[in-house]
Structures are given as C-alpha cells and as structure tokens.
C-alpha cells in the first residue's frame, strides 16, 4: 500500500476507536435505557454514529484501492487502541495481558502489510 493509503487506513482504525470511546461516553450518559429521548437526543451518540459513519464511507474508499488480506488486519489494531484510548480518556484500568496482546496485534498487522501483494 502507498503511505498515503495506509495512513488513510490508520486513520479508519483511530476513527472506530474513537468512536468507540464515544458509544461508551453515551452509554454512561443514559440513565433510564427505557426512555427513548435519552438515547435519540444522546449527543455522545450522535456523535458516535455520525464518526461511524463517515469512517465507513472511508473505509468503503480505502476498500476500492486497498486487498483486503492487507487492509483489513489493520483494523486489529483496534484491539491495542481502545484499551489505551480508555486508559487515557476514561480513566479505565489497563492490564499487562492487553498490552501484550496488542503488542502480538501490531506484530500481526506489521507481518500482513509487508507480505506478498498478489
């Protein structure tokens, strides 16, 4: 892939990862889940599905330049990403295992972007 694809496909991952932290602000927001209003007029929500969104459209995008077998393991990276992004953002506990884990995650996406490209 061109640095300009790939870093258009990190972008997507750092997008969902986000968006992620967004589902989980909107979801500590709603109080009563049976009351519709607080999940229709949830601006973290909102927020979420509008950063999904346009990251789909994007990722539709870096789908019609980009093989899949070479694109989609960055999306792995999300395994590494989210936790730190709760850590940092949300004050949330990171253990020793995610850190590994992701770090066998990079290793994967790193061995999957530098493979064949047939």
């Known amino acids: 892939m061109t640095p ?3 870093s258009i496909t990190v972008l997507c991952v750092l997008g969902i990862s986000l968006g992620q932290l967004l589902f ?5 927001s709603i109080i009563n889940a049976a009351n519709w209003q607080q999940w229709v007029f949830n601006g973290w929500l909102i927020a979420a599905l509008a950063l999904y969104g346009v990251t789909t459209l994007v990722w539709i995008w870096v789908l019609r330049h980009a093989p899949l077998h070479i694109a989609y393991p960055f999306m792995g990276l999300a395994f ?5 992004l709760g850590w940092m ?10 850190l590994a884990g992701g770090a066998l995650i990079l290793a994967g996406v790193t061995l999957a972007s530098i493979g064949g490209h047939s």
């Open 89 to 98: 953002m949300l004050g949330e506990a990171i253990t020793w295992q995610t």
């Open 24 to 28: 989980k602000k909107a979801a500590q």
């Open 4 to 6: 300009l694809l790939t």
């Open 80 to 84: 590494l990403i989210v936790p730190v």
